[in-house]
């Protein structure tokens, strides 16, 4: 590239992370708009879909040379996380390059890079002439840090969906801190609990049993054994970070406010915790929630609980939501080839310890591999500082134009074609 072009790449992005789409107010028409206008600088077909009113989801769509093959989709969600402002040394949307050639910003690596690379490495390949046999569409949608229900749910289970015969979808990875870069064909899904004790109330010197906090207190300590437990799995190297459950409290809340504070001499009639807990998709499920009705939250101790997020870990057929990583999945390797072709090395595959928007793509019966090309760059997704090096940002282009090239021109002859849905 020529110093100039790699200007204009990296003001791309730029341009792309310096529109606040944090939640949970997303600027998303801005996104919408400037997608657009990329997608038809590519000359790319472009629609924007509003599932639920002031939500777009762009699509824009390469149509291949044998359109009746099962299409590319290539997913990023255009909303992020939010920030606490004052703790970042540069504000999270200006998208500052400093000196070693780090860009900061909000989404830098969760996810805008990943769409935007997805956008030029088509610009690339467009200016190889390239064309691609089957038809590779790239969706940008909304709402994905808060569950994707309005965004790739929806998508999911249109019709429009339907008529894009997808056969792959490629979402987010992480980054990794060395040379090798992560993929995952699974992620762990979200519940997100809420518990609540009550009892009655009393003067804040009086010892008595029952009381909300005392009940809420038992919970969080069972709940911390228990947490202690999984992780110590990871801690001993038998278990990977997505391979546990994970539990983690994330507020709590109880007391009887005053102008100056708490109240100090009255024990509270209700106390409420709430745990982010991430289930891995070959959990045993109903254990858990046994546990969690008869440990963490008893009706005999005067406890509630309710569910916020509660994301199925199997399909309808009860079969664990993992894309096949095997000879079985043509695709896995393919991606595997083709980072390899572009200079890159992937480690071996992963269950994501989070959320993404793959779990509603095969959740279907379809493949999904989650992929970011970052690596040598610390995890720094939902933080303080999130960066990428501008280095890695352009080296993840290359190595999309080889998947890409690779997927696009991806040809069973009609082997798999028909029967790879369901056995994802
Ligand atoms: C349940 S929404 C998931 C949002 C986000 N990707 C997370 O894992 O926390
Ligand atoms: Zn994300
Ligand atoms: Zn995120």
Known sequence: ESESEESSIISRFQQYLKIDTAQPSPRYKEAAEFLISEGKRLSLESQSIEFVEGKPLVVLKWEGTNPHLPSILLYSHTDVVPSEHSKWTHHPFSAHLDSQGRIFARGSQDMKCVGMQYLEALRRLRAQNFRPLRSIYLAFAPDEEIGGHDGAEKLAQSEIFQRMNVGVVLDEGLASPDAHYRAFYAERSPWWLVIKAVGAPGHGSKLYDNSAMENLLKSIEAIRRFRASQFDLIK????????????????????????????????????????????????????????????????????????????????????????????SNPWWNLLENAVEMAGGKLGKPEVFPAATDSRYFRDLGLPAIGFSPMANTPLLLHDHNEFLHKDEYLKGIEIYESIIKAYASFNDHGRRDGASKDEL
């Open 236 to 327: 001993a190297g038998f278990k990977a970070e997505g391979e546990v459950v994970s539990v983690n409290m994330v507020f709590l809340k109880a007391g009887t406010p005053s102008p100056t504070g708490f109240v100090m001499n009255l024990q509270p009639s209700e106390a409420e915790a709430g745990f982010d807990i991430r289930v891995p998709p070959t959990a045993d499920t109903e254990s858990l929630e046994r546990r969690i009705a008869e440990e963490w939250a008893p009706s005999s101790r005067n406890m509630s609980f309710s569910f916020k997020q509660k994301a199925s870990t199997r399909n309808k057929s009860g079969k664990p939501l993992l894309t096949k990583t095997d000879s």
